[in-house]
């Protein structure tokens, strides 16, 4: 009856406890909705595993906002400047040219803001070349201050990725340029993006006092070519150090895309199993009890050996075997936890519940064994299960985690476990990313923390030594 | 009439680590269509027992079962549990069990309860199978909203009416009610018994009503069989064995009853009865009998009676 239930929920949410534990479940399950919803599942999966989708991302970004708590703003996201773009600041010329031969001049211009008290943290450059003569390409870097910083100068025949950040050749001549200008060698090991965006006087040579430039930088690409034909594209990228809601990995990946499709993840693999291990372990603990004599017997000899093979050596076994996806994983991991302390328990109940009369009743009347177990025993220990179900559902997520920080589990999905794994090999705790272990480890402490809440709250309504009256 | 209900040479022994129960022994009797058989006798002496071997309904320890019941013209020794259960079980006799209290699953509701004998043995389909829950609760004088309840919200005498009405939802021919009033108050048992007594008018049903109190029996019997240590000491017509009882056991079982109009302080029957484990030899009620006599060391005679009842016993050995 609807008014029962509504009696029932009343008393729940009379607990504090449960009303937390549900708002952190319903979270998650908001965050599963939004990524079912926004993402499709193998959508993700493929744009999770790919390297060409995260490329105008930057690495290792801390969160956005960060900046709101820090006193220097730190450069967020990506500055793309993309001469196939048509976007202001972005300008491109073509000019065919004859001087006794027949050729071209390209002239790209990029003009952007730098508005940030940090330095990037890295620059790329792409060159989409198409020509049959090389293409002489020249890069000018024109801080807001005007200093000219040559960056590039080569000749291209086709497509070209060019890393500014790490470029040797480019940062010994930039050096080279400033112990001319300044009489003294910079302190510190330079890098090409203090080389394109410091004030080039006394503060660039100690790496306490060197500063970005804020402004207007404009960046110039010349490219002169035989060819009256060639065409030339130029991307620029200028990563940034903070990006998103949660930051990007090593892969620069968007780290929120994981987390919310961890949620579901999650989700799905501990209610499931918990559910699945607890229905399978009630109908086997209920068949012993019921049948008696051999089939308990059996059952009971079957659970005593199974209860004693450790369970991660014999998973991380079967895993070197067999290729596991998430719901391989599953039902292994529901396989090797059915038996155990459970089925001894429910027995226990079962052998009480099996005398009761009101079984012997049904058997009267003409119920078979099947229908007594399921409809007669099973939902009688039910209210003393839920509870069970509920409180460990974390402890299925915590081990799907485990696993994968283990090497055992899917190397497509994406859960939280996995990213911890990335995080742990990538040495995010060595070299202090915080946030790339501390979102995946933050997410799994409060879905433990929800489910925990209503366990116990659902123990203490249904279980009738601890009610409360 | 047509006999409904025939058995002969029934035995049912329970095996236990001690040994053989023989918890019916021997017992043989007859039953007319729209009569009313009363098993009556001490507790422990196999009246359950007996009503559990007609219904085929047996626990897992049998060491012995066999005999012929016929119901209804059919041997049904001769079924196999399944045509059992198709033929026989609720659709020709249905059984009210002693712990009628208890014999409600707590976690689904009345309805659900009382479909389920039905949808067990697909005789309908759910909707005509909830009609009939309508109007079995209805003839139980049972209010219909209460099919939406769950057995925890009934009372003891409610409960029972489920109960009889769950026996009663496939229209069976016999009815068996083991002790169906023992844990009710008077006055609920009052009700039911008017209630059994109404259907039995309007359905034509069979009872067969087991109990220890004598006082309700003889309200509703036709025919009596007073049991003793499973064995039936005395079968016949209620005129005869309450007004008349011709087994010293009878006599003394009727004996220890109040009544109302007379000056008589009720006897007991000295001694316990004895374990079916090892009964005596010969007459079982002999080492508690008044009458015993030597020859009672010997297995007494079954003495047929002309009024179609018999009575086992030395005392009439040869009188007829």
Same mark, same amino acid.
């Given at each position: 009856m609807p008014g029962r239930y509504r009696e029932l929920l009343s008393t729940l949410f009379r607990f504090k406890s449960f009303v937390v534990g549900l708002c952190l479940i319903l979270l998650f399950v908001g965050f599963s909705a939004y990524a079912i919803v926004t993402i499709p599942y193998y959508e993700a999966i493929r744009m999770w595993n790919s390297i060409e989708y995260w490329q105008d991302y930057p690495k290792l970004a801390l969160p956005e906002w960060i900046n709101s708590f820090s006193p220097k703003k730190l450069p967020v996201g990506t500055i793309i400047l993309d001469s196939r773009m048509q976007e202001l600041g972005i300008s491109k010329s073509v000019q065919q040219i004859e001087y006794g031969g027949k050729g071209v001049v390209i002239n790209i211009k990029f003009v952007f803001n730098y508005e940030y008290d940090v330095f990037p943290s890295e620059l790329a450059m792409w060159f989409f070349v198409n020509t049959t003569q090389p293409l002489l390409v020249q890069v000018v870097w024109i801080k807001p201050d005007g200093t000219e910083v040559p960056v590039y100068a080569d000749k291209l025949g086709s497509y070209k990725y060019y890393?500014?950040?790490?470029?040797s050749k480019f940062l010994s001549s930039f050096e080279r340029e400033l112990v001319k200008k300044l009489g003294a060698k910079p302190n510190y090991a330079m890098t090409s993006e203090i080389a394109l965006?410091?004030?080039?006087?006394?503060?660039?040579?100690s790496k306490e006092t060197v500063y970005p430039i804020k402004g207007r930088y404009r960046v110039e690409i010349r490219a002169t070519s035989q060819d009256p034909n060639a065409d030339l594209d130029v991307k620029l990228n200028i990563y940034g150090k903070v990006y998103g809601l949660v930051g990007t990995d090593r892969n620069r990946r968007d780290l929120w895309i994981g987390i919310l499709w961890g949620a579901p993840l999650a989700l799905s693999f501990g209610v499931l199993a918990s559910v699945m291990t607890a229905f399978l372990q009630m109908i086997i603990a209920a068949t012993a009890a019921w049948y008696g004599k051999w089939m308990d017997y059996l059952i009971s000899r079957l659970n005593e050996i199974v209860m004693v093979i450790p369970f991660l050596p014999l998973l991380i076994m079967i895993s070197y075997f067999y290729k596991f996806s998430i719901w391989t994983l599953l039902f292994v991991v529901v396989v090797l936890s059915i038996f155990g302390a459970g089925i001894k328990t429910y027995r226990a109940m079962f052998l009480q519940i099996r005398e009761m009369s009101y079984i012997e009743a049904a058997q009267a009347y003409g119920a078979s064994n099947a229908r007594i177990i399921i409809r007669y025993m099973v939902p009688r220990v039910l209210p003393t299960i839920i509870p069970n179900i509920v409180l460990s559902v974390p402890s299925f997520v915590f081990l799907e985690a485990a696993l994968a920080i283990l090497?055992?589990?899917?190397?497509q999905a994406i859960t939280w476990g996995k990213i911890l794994d990335e995080a742990y090999s990538g040495g995010a705790l060595y070299w202090g990313y915080y946030h790339w272990i501390l979102a995946p480890s933050l997410c799994l402490v409060l879905i433990s923390i929800g489910f925990a809440l209503m366990g116990f709250t659902l123990d203490r309504v249904f279980n009738p030594r601890l009610r409360e009256r | 009439m047509a006999k409904i209900l025939e058995v002969r040479n029934l035995y049912l022994y329970f095996r236990t680590l001690r040994g053989n129960v023989k918890?019916?022994?021997?017992v043989s009797l007859d039953l007319e269509r729209g009569e009313t058989l009363a098993i009556i006798g001490?507790?422990?002496?196999?009246k359950t027992s007996l009503a559990r071997a007609i219904m085929r309904?047996?626990?897992?320890?049998?060491a012995l079962y066999k005999g012929t019941i016929v119901i209804d013209g059919i041997?049904?020794?001769?079924?196999s549990n399944r045509e059992f259960d198709e033929k026989?079980?609720?659709?020709?006799i249905s059984y009210v069990s002693q712990a009628a209290l208890n014999s409600?699953?707590?976690?689904?509701?009345t309805l659900d309860h009382l479909i389920e004998p039905i949808l067990l043995r697909k005789l309908a389909t759910r909707e005509e199978a909830v009609e009939k829950a309508r109007e079995i609760v209805k003839l139980v004088g049972i209010?219909?909203?209460?099919?939406?309840?769950?057995?925890? @919200?009934?009372s003891g005498g409610m409960k029972q009416r489920i109960v009889i009405a769950l026996s009663l939802i496939t229209h069976p021919d016999i009815v068996i009610l083991d002790?169906?009033?023992?844990?009710?108050?008077v006055m609920t048992q009052a009700n039911i018994m008017n209630l059994l007594k109404k259907l039995k008018k309007e359905l034509k049903l069979t009872y067969i009503f087991i109990t220890h109190d004598i006082g309700i029996s003889s309200e509703l019997a036709d025919k009596v069989a007073v049991m003793y240590a499973g064995k039936i000491v005395e079968f016949g017509p209620s005129e005869q064995v309450y007004v008349e009882p011709l087994h010293p056991y009878s006599r003394a079982l009727l004996n220890s009853v109040p009544r109302l109009h007379e000056e008589k302080i009720p006897t007991f029957v000295s001694g316990a009865p004895p374990s079916l484990l090892n009964p005596p030899k010969g007459c079982r009620f002999r080492p508690r009998?008044?009458?015993?006599?030597?020859?009672?060391?010997? @297995?007494p005679p079954i003495v047929k009676l002309e009024n179609g009842g018999y009575v086992q016993c030395w005392l009439y050995a040869g009188k007829t």
């Open positions: 890393r500014i950040t790490g470029d965006f410091a004030k080039e006087d006394e503060s660039i040579l090497g055992v589990g899917d190397p | 918890a019916v022994d021997d001490e507790s422990g002496c196999g309904y047996l626990p897992r320890n049998v041997d049904v020794m001769k079924l026989i079980r609720w659709v020709k409600l699953n707590p976690v689904i509701k209010p219909e909203d209460f099919l939406y309840r769950y057995p925890f @919200e009934l002790e169906p009033t023992s844990a009710l108050d009998c008044p009458n015993a006599m030597p020859m009672c060391e010997k @297995e």
